[in-house]
């Protein structure tokens, strides 16, 4: 089964969460809408991880706003402690292309470091570019599609996708994308 929790919350101005973390780590993204996060004011595409062992609240303060969350228990690497609490938005983040591909983009959202202990990443295809070759990993992946469509492979199974539409796929899951429509997808992925 899934070691982590996806959730898609939907919020109306007022709505509110109080949290105390544990020993999860939590992964939030602004979906739509807007809110602050202890204060801080986000706007759609604001995103925030909060490390195990705190404390934080979000209120929403737009109506249609939606937050995503990724959460699982955090799992220490020796002389690695948590890191910070961090926030960002994906529009200060460079988008690069994925294996040479500038039709299929890749913006890493957390850092490639063992202090997260998770990777998020936000994936952009133009319409008709692919993921260019079938993939398969040793970790489970969740995603949520935030705009545009495509189909998605999982194992030997084809699937239509679009905005809104959540996946989760096992270890050792094969997997491949390919956009289409008239505009580009874009989803965000969630990775151990």
């Known amino acids: 089964g899934a070691g982590i929790t ?3 919350l939907k919020l109306e101005p007022g709505g509110q969460g109080n949290v105390q973390t544990g020993p999860d780590e939590w992964f ?3 979906v739509s809408g807007s809110g602050s996060l202890d204060g801080e004011a986000l706007a759609t595409g604001s995103y925030a991880w909060i490390p195990p062992d705190q404390s934080f609240s979000f209120d929403a303060t737009s109506p249609g706003t939606s937050l995503l969350i990724f959460r699982k228990t ?10 910070l609490r961090l926030t960002g938005h994906p529009d200060a983040i460079c988008a690069v292309p994925f294996l040479s591909d500038p039709h299929a983009r890749l913006q890493t959202l957390l850092p490639d470091h063992p202090s997260a202990d998770m990777a998020v990443n936000l994936f952009t295809y133009d319409p008709g ?25 999982l194992g030997d199974d084809w699937h ?21 429509g008239p505009g580009p997808a874009e989803y965000l992925i969630y990775k151990d």
């Open 6 to 8: 996806q959730l898609l």
């Open 28 to 30: 939030l993204y602004l």
């Open 74 to 83: 955090y799992e220490p690497l020796d002389g690695h402690p948590p890191g």
């Open 129 to 153: 570019a692919t993921l260019p070759f079938v993939e398969t990993h040793v970790m489970e992946h969740g995603m949520l599609f935030l705009e545009g469509g495509g189909v998605y492979r």
């Open 160 to 180: 239509p996708v679009g905005a809104g539409d959540a996946i989760w796929m096992g270890p050792f899951c094969p997997q491949w994308c390919c956009a289409f």
